[in-house]
């Protein structure tokens, strides 16, 4: 065997280990980040892509709602 096959192949074995490595990590933490954004879904959004805003725009209103932070 040529021994660029052998680093290639030691390479490949590295990103696989990493790659299992990282879906690891993910899985440990799939629960807590599913878990918080089922916690928050009834909340409303902080940006300006809510529902509001389209009603609004339906409707003929030219001002766009303010921050949900703010008070109205």
């Keep these: 065997m040529n021994p660029w096959d ?3 192949w030691l390479a ?3 990103l696989a280990l990493s790659a299992a490595g990282i ?3 993910f899985l440990r933490d799939v629960r ?3 878990d918080r954004e089922m916690h928050n879904g009834d909340k409303q959004p ?3 892509s ?3 805003t ?3 725009a339906a409707v003929g209103g030219t001002q ?3 921050p949900q932070d703010l008070p109205r």
């Design 6 to 8: 052998f680093v290639t």
């Design 23 to 25: 879906f690891g990590f």
């Design 12 to 14: 490949a074995a590295a």
């Design 54 to 56: 389209a009603s609004d």
């Design 46 to 48: 902080n940006d300006a």
């Design 32 to 34: 807590s980040i599913l």
């Design 50 to 52: 809510g529902s509001d």
């Design 64 to 66: 766009p709602n303010p």
